[in-house]
């Protein structure tokens, strides 16, 4: 008799721990089933504000960019008046009168940083001219979201640069320095006695004080060209005297010959 009830006790507890094991495989079932239910982890895409301060676009049709400066960001208006200043002087050793004229963050920056600056400008329109481009005006440079003419830029440097280096020969260039190669005079040049000499004065000038700088060029008095060169305030009406277009392509084609 108790063999019987022993027996009767263990298929029963079999039977349990069967339907145990069955409810563990049901559990485990129902988990997989609820996983697969569910939508997979969406990862948050990025938004363009996230990578736009990262990937700047060149402009249309330039072949080189800068874009970057050690001191912080350099405005549109600033990188245009840097840009077209530059075309004024001859090289880094003039970078006090670039500044000056720019103004803003560039004349706040100690010199490292303005010459980094400078370099940078004239790296990078190096870098477009040997990129080439075939857009109408030549190789551009975006120089801080500004459209910069490469190979003008240069073209102006290494003629101011040249020009340097012919002053320099002379102990005394006001009296020394003079245009060796003849350009025929201007139209205007009879009306004001415009002659050889004053052309010497002008591309001094243009060397002291930078290309256009025609108001400080005719008042500088070791240039003598005050009677020959139009006050800033008169318009070109009211005087004979060469004015700032006049001088400007009189500058240009010396310094093209020279």
């Not at 609820?34 to 990025?46: C, M």
């Not at 459209?147 to 009296?175: F, G, H, M, T, W």
């Not at 003849?182 to 009879?190: A, D, F, R």
Request: proline residues 4%; positive net charge.
């Amino acid at each position: 008799m108790l063999a019987y009830v022993c027996s009767e006790w263990f298929h029963v507890l079999q039977e349990i721990s069967k339907a145990m094991l069955r409810l563990i495989n049901l559990k485990e079932l129902i988990k997989e089933k609820k996983k697969e239910s569910e939508p997979p982890e969406r990862i948050p895409k990025r938004r363009k504000a996230d990578y736009a301060a990262h990937v700047t676009l060149m402009i249309d049709g330039a072949s080189a960019q800068v874009r970057s400066w050690s001191y912080g960001n350099l405005s549109q208006r600033d990188a245009l008046r840097f840009s077209c200043s530059v075309m004024k002087f001859r090289n880094e050793s003039q970078i006090n009168l670039v500044v000056a004229e720019v103004g803003g963050a560039v004349e706040a920056a100690p010199f490292k940083a303005q010459a980094e600056l400078f370099n940078a400008l004239i790296d990078g329109c190096k870098e477009a001219a040997e990129i080439g481009s075939l857009h109408l005006k030549g190789p551009l440079l975006d120089f801080h979201g500004v459209p910069v003419k490469a190979n003008e830029l240069l073209i102006r440097v290494q003629e101011l640069q040249l020009l340097a280096k012919c002053i320099s020969r002379y102990e005394d260039p006001i009296a020394q320095f003079r245009v060796l190669t003849y350009l025929k005079p201007s139209n205007w040049s009879k009306g004001c006695g415009w002659n050889q000499i004053d052309d010497a004065r002008l591309l001094l000038g243009v060397h002291y004080h930078g290309f256009g700088k025609r108001e400080i060029i005719r008042l500088d008095e070791r240039l003598g060209l005050m009677k020959k060169i139009a006050p800033v305030e008169l318009q070109h009406h009211e005087t004979f005297l060469p004015r700032a277009p006049n001088l400007r392509d009189r500058a240009n084609a010396l310094l093209e010959q020279e």
